[in-house]
């Protein structure tokens, strides 16, 4: 009858935890040793284990972190930053996230801060370009402009010529 009460048993959050943080990294306890030590069946220790990695035995249960806003993953990032690899990953355990996507958002972070950088530095190259080329366009538009004005002062001096001259050999 103890036997049958011990099977049946109810165990607490805090109990459920404490044999999960022994199953999942860093330390990844064997399931059928823990069931050893314990008595606990294999079977439950499994279950509880598959549903720790899914993210239903989280503080926010059931929430997967691709539903996550880039803000989330953001302050997720500054939070665990400065974590060594024991602590990220029950910061991870806690929060219902997994190190591999703790570990993408930081490089995504990283990699968007490169590319801000690069992207400033094609501009502005871009940008140097761009005036080079006005201020050869500007250099272009005084000659035609000068050329323009000393066709147009032919043309009239051209034209009082003609009147003058003109006038002339009418007599």
Same mark, same amino acid.
């Given at each position: 009858?103890?036997?049958?009460?011990?099977?049946?048993?109810?165990?607490?959050?805090?109990?459920?935890?404490?044999?999960?943080?022994?199953?999942?990294?860093?330390?990844?306890?064997?399931?059928?040793?823990?069931? +050893? &030590?314990?008595?606990?069946?294999?079977?439950?220790?499994?279950?509880? *284990?598959? *549903?720790?990695?899914?993210?239903?035995v989280s503080k926010k249960q059931g929430r997967p972190?691709?539903?996550?806003?880039?803000?989330?993953?953001?302050?997720?990032?500054?939070?665990?930053?400065?974590?060594?690899?024991? &602590?990220?990953?029950?910061?991870?355990?806690?929060?219902?996230?997994?190190?591999?996507?703790?570990?993408?958002?930081?490089?995504?972070?990283?990699?968007?801060?490169?590319? +801000?950088?690069?992207?400033?530095?094609?501009?502005?190259e871009e940008l140097n370009k761009e005036k080079k080329?006005?201020?050869?366009?500007?250099?272009?538009?005084?000659? *035609?402009?000068?050329?323009?004005?000393?066709?147009?002062?032919?043309?009239?001096? *051209?034209?009082?010529?003609?009147?003058?001259l003109g006038d002339l050999e009418e007599d």
């Amino acid at each position: 009858m103890t036997d049958n009460r011990r099977n049946n048993r109810k165990y607490t959050k805090e109990e459920k935890e404490k044999f999960l943080s022994r199953m999942l990294p860093p330390e990844n306890y064997s399931i059928s040793r823990l069931s +050893q &030590e314990t008595g606990i069946s294999k079977s439950t220790l499994s279950t509880w *284990k598959t *549903k720790a990695i899914s993210g239903t035995v989280s503080k926010k249960q059931g929430r997967p972190s691709k539903g996550l806003s880039p803000k989330e993953k953001f302050l997720a990032v500054m939070e665990s930053y400065t974590m060594p690899e024991i &602590e990220l990953s029950k910061y991870c355990r806690e929060n219902g996230y997994y190190v591999e996507d703790i570990k993408t958002w930081r490089a995504s972070c990283l990699a968007a801060n490169e590319l +801000q950088k690069e992207d400033s530095k094609e501009l502005r190259e871009e940008l140097n370009k761009e005036k080079k080329k006005a201020k050869i366009l500007e250099k272009e538009i005084r000659i *035609k402009d000068k050329a323009l004005a000393e066709t147009t002062a032919l043309l009239v001096l *051209k034209k009082k010529l003609n009147l003058i001259l003109g006038d002339l050999e009418e007599d």
